[in-house]
């Protein structure tokens, strides 16, 4: 069984790096990228994926506003992970803590 990957970023230089990290994993299939935090919701339950890899900078909606919507779904199993910079990550993981109990996001610095 492979694990679906949706990849939600802004930067599409990191999009590109990621799509060819994962092209060398057969287990890994990429179902999406999307851009923009206001379509991350609606490729969330169109895809249905395993992992999501998501960049707390994004347009129109923030990466942390995204992982509330997907906490307000109730318990779906879905996993995040969290990429941004030290202060993104800090301020990310302190809110986070404890107010989305129906998501695993495991948070770490990209830098």
Same mark, same amino acid.
Request: charged share 25%.
């Given at each position: 069984?492979?694990?679906?990957? /949706? #990849?939600?970023? +802004?930067?599409?230089?990191?999009?590109?790096?990621?799509? !060819?990290?994962?092209? +060398? &994993?057969?287990?890994?299939?990429?179902?999406?990228?999307?851009?923009?935090? @206001?379509?991350?919701? $609606?490729?969330?339950?169109?895809? =249905? $994926?395993?992992? #999501?890899? *998501?960049? *707390? /900078? *994004? $347009?129109?909606?923030? %990466?942390? @506003?995204?992982?509330?919507?997907? =906490? !307000? *779904?109730?318990?779906?199993?879905?996993?995040? #992970?969290?990429? %941004? =910079?030290?202060?993104?990550?800090? /301020?990310?993981?302190?809110?986070?803590? %404890?107010? /989305?109990? =129906? #998501?695993?996001? &495991?948070?770490?610095?990209?830098?």
């Amino acid at each position: 069984m492979r694990t679906k990957v /949706l #990849i939600l970023k +802004h930067d599409s230089k990191n999009i590109g790096d990621l799509k !060819a990290f994962m092209a +060398h &994993y057969a287990d890994l299939e990429l179902c999406a990228t999307v851009c923009d935090g @206001a379509a991350a919701l $609606p490729a969330i339950k169109k895809y =249905n $994926p395993d992992v #999501i890899l *998501l960049d *707390l /900078l *994004l $347009p129109n909606k923030d %990466g942390i @506003a995204v992982m509330e919507e997907v =906490n !307000a *779904l109730g318990n779906k199993g879905y996993k995040f #992970i969290v990429s %941004g =910079n030290e202060s993104q990550i800090s /301020l990310a993981g302190s809110i986070c803590k %404890g107010r /989305l109990p =129906n #998501i695993f996001a &495991y948070i770490y610095d990209d830098n």
